[in-house]
């Protein structure tokens, strides 16, 4: 294939930084992404969300900083994962740069499979509390005045009344695992909450992110008396979910995935009990059903139902999407995907090779290819969290062994672009126009985004409807994603342009520090969870004793070892890796 050369006339290539071929830059700016990672993930267990380790003490204001560095981080890094791969394919060719990538992303993948993953399962199961029985009420440490889902799921009926009464939507799936605030209440088993919630206006058919309904769960779980107040509130047994089930489908799971299930959950189960109330709701969901079929809900015929072959098919699909068999390691996952996209691409758009030299280089090397990138994103940010009228901020997580297709479709937009970049100006490409800016303006739609995407009462208030709010959220995400990574490339552009022997150091280590940082965070939120220290010392100890134990590790068993060739490449007599290398995992 004819590969377009830059136009060294173009001003945007009269750089400097020609001379030197390593882009310094962009290198510590990997490094920084990843770094910032480590930060977010040790933050995660004090911010009041889910996580697997929840902390004594917690910031609101902690929280919201780590939605927004989750609203760039990822993307910018595959930005310039593109970038770098772009380089790669235009040095080596599509062969090369397969073996290249399969060298430095999929065979430590593979190993990353065998041992940092079982490890952090390990630790998981070591750090998280022990089961919850939902039906005994509100545990000692357990506070249901955060969130209204906690609040439900241990039927705390005065907190669901505060959680109400300040405004809260009683119909959004909760972050982590998609469930909504009925349907904690039916975990909680509890009648009294669910009669609560619906009278409230909760709707007794909210769908959840994966299409379950709280029927679903009364059923799957054989809550009685939660499934006989879901039905006097008006629930519709002939609903499906993604998977193609009904209520009366949930009723026949067995005992290995009601235990799987509960174990997701933390939640106490006897499977004995399980079966009882699921005998008390067999008859009246039948009863339910033929009714439901013979008059059709609000005057409508009731839906056909779905294809045996097609539910079977999208429960293994659902199965293989939501296990999370990669973990953290899951960017290595979507980069294999990608690269492979790409070298398809190219051969394929082979007889047009040349058209990319066409386009002007000023609509994909400054702020004018806003005006495209930003509705190019849309279609894939609106499908993230599509469960519920609130999208949270920043994209979905997909750590299965099959990637979320849109999740993985909204890198894939920041992939291609940070390879169209490469392509079309080169090894010297510049984004540093009006830097300052451009994070300034996204400083300025952050507090927005966070608003409308969080439900704040702020963001309720100024958009209180749904459709509206949500357009508003995903747009200014998008914009903010686009804004950040832009800025930030110029930031680095301005100020790191010249190889630093200390930020080059950082750069080689990065990619060590983060495929082992997680076992290592999670282990140290568990033994500080407890200690009553304020988050503004717990969060700096921690951050700070982790990276110095994983620099401490690449120092000694990485950095001039068969580890440190795998990850960088080899170091010729000891020295640094020649100046031309891209850089090591093609970020």
Known sequence: MEQPQPDLTDPLLNDPVLKDPRRHDMDALRAFAMLLGIILHAALSMTGGPWIVQDRA???????????????????????????????WRKRGAIGLLKHRGK?????????????????????????????????????????????????????????????????????????FGITPLGWGVISGRAEAITLLAEAGADPNGRYRDQNTPMHTAAFLGRAEAG??????????????????????????GKGTVDFIAGLLRMKV????????????????????????????????APEPTNWIASVLQGIFRALTELP??????????????ILGFTIVAAVLKPIGGALARVPAVLIASPLCFLWLIPLTLPTQFAMQSGGTLPGFGPDTSAGLVPIPHVLGYYAVFFGFGAMLYLRIGPAARLGQLWWLQLIAAVAVLPIGLAVSLGTPWGLELF?????????????????AWLMCFGLIGLFETVLARARPG???????????YLVHLPLVVYGQHLLRDLEWPVSVKLPVLTVSVIAILI???????????????LNGPRPGGSPAPAAAPAPTGA
Request: net charge negative.
């Open 503 to 513: 930020v080059r150091y950082l750069s080689d280590a990065s990619y060590w520090l």
């Open 58 to 88: 917690s910031s609101p204001l902690l929280g919201l900083t780590v939605s927004a560095i989750h609203g760039f981080r990822m993307p910018l890094f595959f930005l310039l994962s593109g970038f770098f791969v772009a380089m790669l």
């Open 464 to 480: 209180p409807d749904d459709s509206t709010r949500r357009t508003v959220a995903v747009v200014s995400q998008a914009t903010f």
């Open 552 to 566: 401490a590790s690449y120092q000694l068993v990485v950095r001039r070892t068969w580890i440190g060739r795998l």
């Open 325 to 338: 068999f990669f973990h953290h390691l899951w960017f290595l996952w979507f980069l294999c995907w990608l």
């Open 228 to 253: 006989k107040a879901l039905l006097a509130a008006g629930a519709d047994v002939t609903l499906r979910s993604q998977a193609g089930e009904t209520p009366m489908d949930s009723l026949r799971h």
């Open 270 to 301: 006897d499977f004995a009990e399980v079966e009882a109330g699921r005998e008390v709701l067999r008859p009246l969901i039948a009863e339910r059903e033929a009714e439901i079929k013979a008059r059709g809900v609000d005057g409508k015929p």
């Open 104 to 176: 430095r992303i999929g065979l430590p993948l593979a190993l990353g499979c065998v041992t940092i993953v079982p490890l952090m399962w390990f630790v998981m199961g070591a750090a998280r509390p022990g089961v919850t029985d939902f039906e005994a009420g509100v545990p000692e440490g357990v506070d249901t005045s955060k969130e209204i889902w906690t609040a439900s799921a241990y039927a705390d009926l005065a907190a669901i009344r505060t959680h109400v009464e300040a405004g809260a939507d009683l119909d959004a799936p909760d972050p982590q």
